[in-house]
């Protein structure tokens, strides 16, 4: 239903952020699109509803390469979820939802039931949120709500770049249940942008894992946990993957041995006592820092070693148990 047929991007400065990709998309399938950050996921994904045009190669929707296809047309046949949600704060949440419905010409016998259709799809109450501001809602909800507007108008195609990112980790899981579900019902092709290894192993059908604007792997869940393709496969599934059942891996800093802080200074890494394992692991990594020091309330507590968290997700993935093995 996608086709990209050896798509590159290169910007302006010379960057090539996407190179020969080929990829085919089926229809009714949720792919994530995962690997580190800057390999081109994002660019992947604007050149699908032509936010970026690529500069060479050609993508097929249906057999109809899309560069020949009006973009406002084709927009409105894609739905697009990002990060920060992008709700428009001086409209209700109705208005919200209902916008490209209504830029297609729906009547309001048609989006009003629809809204609330959606509303209840995420647990939320139409009575009492249809209509509040964006604002009035938590981060969680206003996710739900930027969820919802993708669907309103039933586009075959839903595009969704690390929609849950910015969430904390109990909306974070309740959100991918609620987008597995609602996948189950509706079967749209959904491209899903992730950082997080574990969130594309629990919600998609295929996984794409990405370096420098190139594939590596294309694999169901199983088969990339099973068949790593290479090194590379191998170490991102590693240190992206917590391995660890939903009580252990909430476990925080606070709960370990901490060592004496020796030295700081305005360069050292602060990881508050209230991060999980992963996450400040995580940290670390982005930061390639191999010691924090712990903060509790804004005060320095201790340090820790990456090795050290390391060791400690590896105690807990063989006590917890690991997902799909
Ligand atoms: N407008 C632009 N001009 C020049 N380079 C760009 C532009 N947009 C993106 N890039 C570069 O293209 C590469 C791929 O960027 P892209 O946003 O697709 O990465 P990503 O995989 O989505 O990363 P992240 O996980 O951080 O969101 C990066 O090196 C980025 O700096
Ligand atoms: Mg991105």
Sequence with gaps: MIQFENVSKQFEDGTKA??????????????????????????TMKMINKLLLP????????????????????????????????????????ENIALIPKLKGWTSEKW???VDELLNLVGLDPNTFRHRYPLELSG??????????ALAAEPPIILMDEPFS?????????????????????????????????????????????????????ATPDELLQSPANTFVEDFI?????????????????????????????????????STIKEAIELLLTYRAETAVIQKNDQ????????????????????GGTINE
Excluded: W
Excluded at 300 to 319: H, Q
């Design 18 to 43: 996407v190179d020969k990709l080929n990829l085919s998309i089926n229809e009714g399938e949720l792919i994530a699109l995962i690997g580190p950050s800057g390999c081109g996921k994002t660019t």
């Design 55 to 94: 500069t060479e190669g050609s993508i097929y929707i249906n057999g109809e390469d899309i560069s020949k296809v009006d973009e406002v047309k084709l927009r409105r046949n894609i739905g697009y979820v990002i990060q920060r949600i992008g709700l428009l704060p001086h409209m209700t949440i109705e």
């Design 112 to 114: 009003k039931p629809r």
């Design 140 to 149: 969680g909800q206003q996710q739900r709500v930027g969820v919802i507007r």
């Design 166 to 218: 910015a969430l904390d980790p109990i909306s974070r899981e309740q959100l991918q249940d609620e987008l597995k579900r609602i996948q189950e019902q509706i079967h749209k092709t959904i491209i899903f942008v992730t950082h997080d290894m574990d969130e594309a192993l629990k919600i998609a059908d295929r996984i794409v894992l990405m370096r420098e604007g190139r594939i590596e792997q294309i």
């Design 238 to 274: 590693g240190v992206h993957r917590r391995g660890v059942s939903e009580n252990k891996e909430m476990k925080t800093i606070e709960s370990l041995d901490l060592l004496p802080i020796s030295e700081t200074n305005h360069k050292t890494l602060l990881i508050d006592s209230k």
């Design 300 to 319: 320095p507590i201790g340090t820790i070693s990456k090795d050290l968290l390391l060791t400690e997700l590896a105690n807990l993935s063989m006590k």
